[in-house]
């Protein structure tokens, strides 16, 4: 194979680029029957190439196709061979309601659906009260799929299935949105926008890096940032498999990086100080080299808000923490980490591959990254660009120089009758760092400013915390003392329940504000 050294306009375009410049390097490890397997970007492109051709021999083209699985290597191939395809490909996450599944599948039109085994009866329900779909196909283990790879390879008699017109700005996959203000909406993106959105050089892996993948890979964040940069790279991807396995994994893999979101950042920084004082003989970073391994050194913060205390803490231990932003409509990435001190507390630099500018307060973007439009809904994708063609984020934030920052979300922000704009998130934040007070909501209610809270309550047991309601006022009053008067808490309540939530840990507002009483 000829070394390929271009800007992929298409997935497989990107992955036969890894193929040509990588070879047999080490894409993918994991465990199976408690031993590490490694696959080369070859194979893996070889690999999805065999998913490609399965598909075209057992389903009709131009077809929706929903996936429904768990993350592991043959997922990440199965995904990546849909998309080379030439049809849409729709995940879903495994845990989804057959009521859910019927109203998106209707939603997205699905004619094909893949699913493991454990699926299929819900599968079957799903099929009998949605008469769209015309195919089930039921994934067994990785022996199956192996016998999928070897029966439909390069040298099979489907081979030439493989060869076909790469449409890059067609719609390739369409990604739900997790409906934190509202109902779901489906993300068309196209070849295009993911492989314009992994091939940027804002931020390169070394070669010799080791990523540790946690999240799950029907998100666009997980699959563009860990598969698809990961090939663009060369780096090598672990896959933890099971969240729980988490502590115990990344000590087998010994990873040099890895994506995370904040509230596993905190789990982790916690263990981390657990292993510091119950071996006081150690430095610091020995002390976390008992959690993570010897190699690990930087982690990317995505979905949430990270703290500035919580960056500096894991410094102490030669952890780099950094942030960066996106959303499922920029396919993801709009800003990546930047692992310098220049901007530690930004949410990242500009990838330089889209435009990006702030109209109003208002974060817009625009550029190949940028999604198609929301599936059959016309009215509401024109609502999301600007006359002049730039995507509305709904993200209030400035740009310094190649850098960003929020400050929160449009839709969120309190217009009190004094005319003054107060985003919530901005008070929020000012509490990630206090333990006791877990989930915070702020909102507007009689023109003051409120905050609903879920205190943690083993976190007061183990402190031994007699009146929650005493303490939280204290954490209340000491972060009013920091704000500007106009922004201060008036009143707060405590929950007994958490938040409701979408899939990515998000609060859900919409359900908070009207369904439980709360007045914005």
């Known amino acids: 194979m000829i070394k390929i050294d ?7 375009a990107l992955a036969e680029f890894a193929a040509s410049n990588y070879g047999e390097k080490d894409f993918c490890r994991f465990f199976r029957e408690d031993k590490m397997i490694a696959k080369s970007f070859l194979e893996f492109y070889e690999d999805s190439l065999a998913i490609c051709r399965y598909i075209r021999a057992v389903g009709k083209e131009n077809i929706h196709i929903a996936f429904i699985g768990k993350t592991s290597y043959e997922y990440i191939a199965c995904l990546t061979g849909m998309i080379f395809s030439g049809n849409v490909v729709v995940p879903f996450a495994p845990d989804i309601s057959v009521k859910e599944a019927c109203e998106l599948f209707n939603d997205a039109d699905i004619d094909m659906l893949f699913c493991e085994e454990e699926f299929c009866d819900k599968a079957e329900v799903i099929k009998s009260k949605y008469g769209g779909l015309e195919q089930i196909i039921s994934l067994g283990d990785w022996k199956w799929f192996e016998k999928i790879f070897d029966e439909y390879s390069s040298t099979s008699q489907y081979a030439p299935l493989s060869q076909l017109t790469e449409r890059p700005d067609s719609c390739s996959l369409i ?14 993106l196209s070849n295009r926008n993911l492989a314009a959105n992994s091939c940027y050089k804002a931020y390169s892996m070394d070669n010799d890096d080791v990523s540790f993948s946690i999240l799950p890979m029907h998100h666009v964040f997980c699959y563009a940032c860990d598969v698809l940069k990961t090939l663009y790279d060369g780096g090598t991807l672990c896959l933890n498999g099971e969240l729980i396995n988490l502590y115990k994994n990344i000590l087998r893999f010994e990873p040099t990086i890895m994506r995370i979101v904040p509230s596993i950042c905190k789990s982790m920084l916690t263990k981390i100080k657990i292993a510091e004082r119950q071996n006081p003989e150690l430095s610091k970073r020995e002390a976390a080299e008992l959690v993570v391994g010897k190699n690990f050194r930087r982690m990317i913060a ?3 808000f990270l703290s ?35 901007c530690k507390y ?11 500018r702030v109209q109003d307060g208002e974060i817009q973007v625009k550029g190949p990254s940028v999604m198609l439009g929301y599936y059959k809904k016309p009215e ?16 209030l934030g400035y740009v310094d120089g190649d850098h960003i920052y929020l400050v929160g979300r449009k839709k969120n922000l309190i217009i009190l009758s004094n005319g003054e704009n107060i985003s919530p998130e901005e008070i929020e934040n000012c509490f990630v760092d206090d333990g006791l007070v877990k989930e915070i909501v702020v909102f507007a209610e009689n023109d003051r400013i409120i905050a609903e809270i879920f205190p943690d309550l083993a976190l007061a047991e183990a402190l031994e915390v007699n009146d929650i309601e005493a303490e939280v006022s204290k954490i209340v009053d000491r972060v009013n003392m ?5 922004r201060q808490i008036h ?14 840990g998000k609060i859900k507002r919409t359900e908070f504000y009207y369904k439980e009483g709360a007045k914005k």
């Open 491 to 504: 009143s707060f309540r405590l929950r007994n329940v958490p938040f409701l939530r979408t899939s990515t």
């Open 6 to 12: 271009s800007q992929p306009s298409t997935v497989r």
């Open 482 to 486: 920091s704000l500007h008067s106009d």
């Open 308 to 342: 500035g205390a919580l960056i500096d803490e894991f410094e102490k231990y030669g952890i780099i923490a950094r942030q960066g932003y996106g959303m499922s409509e920029c396919s993801p990435r709009i800003s990546t980490s930047d692992f310098s001190d220049v």
């Open 302 to 304: 995505g979905s949430a």
């Open 175 to 188: 990604i739900y949105t997790s409906g934190t203000t509202g109902s779901r909406k489906g993300v068309m």
């Open 380 to 395: 509401q994708t024109a609502e999301a660009f600007t006359e002049d063609g730039f995507l509305h984020t709904g993200d």
């Open 346 to 356: 930004s949410n990242g630099k500009l990838l330089g591959v889209d435009e990006v």
